[in-house]
């Protein structure tokens, strides 16, 4: 079996790979650079090519990143990442390639090259200009769980600077929103994100053949006894059901106060990713082109899901509302995918994450300006997540099965949207959610694009956005459905 081959079949069972189900014509890989000298590692772009494409390269190829290192005999203890049995280089004996994020040998590399402003052929690592030192010496561990990339986090649990390095998978074309929003964070001297430490660029030949030039990887500070936002969320509302009072204000777990301060966090990175980067009040046609793209994401969500299609009419006569009364809708730069799983809960406070916006879009879609109230709609939506996902399969014993779980559900979901929105308001100002269509607007696009999701993914929770589509299309506006209410 020859490399391409081995690289075609590795691939296929990565959990970042995009393309499982469709069958591999061919996974050319190309060297962007050499990582390390000692044991030898390599960062390949491999350039993947579908059987149904097969005659035009670009129509439906993607391109991903592959750090490998070579050993000249197995090493048992990396037979977990083995990739293959292949010759580096022509003219050199086959040495055995392994994934390289689970070589720990070679991850110092990453690091150490962004503290030398390193080049190594088309790589280039860069150092952000912080005051925070690199452990790059430090050992490394994979995140596991991830979906679309791969991160390492350095540092032991001594104390001491940690880092967590995210290897971008899946390559494309431009700077990754992640680095340039978080740069421009730092540069505002914003605490409610980690701070940018470095990245690394470099160039490609994409599945058509063309060099493409992107980033390739960055670090950040690690917040290693920091909570998940979505894991707290969802210890919130195990303690509501399992509580004898249905008020989620009386339960010992309420989560209001961290949803006050989780939205006083993200209006706050609004405001200075404003203030860095500009922002600019739109006018009636640009919030015209806002509505038609809504109406365009709703058509294509319906003819993939008929179950949508009750609720079309309604929905885009919501959508339709937008022009005439959005007439002070301002875009600029925002997170793109703000989510409970977005937000560490830090000994400090919150810390948002993750500014690469959708990772299926364009990089130039996902840097366009946007209303800030798509990362306040995809964080209101979460809080309906949170309430309402554990009625998926649950079972008899457990509390989300008990009577009144949805009143408690609703509750919950309506005290902590409502606290999460006042702690916003409180930094951005009254003004900022005074205008319920637009947000109404944005929510309703976000539950549709969760309904196609889940009936792709997870059929056993498309009852939670289709819940919520019922709910908001039976409430006038949106400050209703914030009031709770029944599926």
Known sequence: MDRSDELARW?????????????????????????HDDPAADLLAVAVTYAEDADDPAAGGETYSVPVSYRSEPDPNLAHALIGHWAPAEGEPPQYAYDATHDKETTAAWLTGMAAGRYAGSLTFHRDSTALPLPANEPSRVIGGEQSNTSLVFG??????KAILKVFRRLVAGTNPDVELLHALGQAGNTSVPALLGWVDGEWAGPDGDPQHGTLAIATEFFPSATDGWDLALASVRALYADDDPDPAASGGDFAGEAYRLGQATASVHADLARVLGSVTWSAA?????AATLRKRLDAAVAAVPDLAPFAEEIAARYAELPAAARNLVGQRVHGDLHLGQALRTDTGWKILDFEGEPARPIAERSAPQTALKDVAGMLRSFDYAARQLFSGADPADPASRPGAEERAAAWAARNSRAYCAGYADVAGADALADPVPLTALVLDKAVYEVVYE?????????????AIRRMLAAPVLGDVLTGGRS
């Open 455 to 467: 009936t792709r993914n997870r059929p056993d929770w498309v009852d939670v956005p289709l819940g």
């Open 286 to 290: 640009e919030v015209a082109d806002l």
């Open 156 to 161: 032991d649990l001594s104390d001491g600077p």
């Open 11 to 35: 691939l296929t069972g990565q959990r970042w790979f995009a393309g499982k189900g469709r069958e591999i014509a061919r996974a050319e890989a190309s060297r962007i650079g050499r990582l």
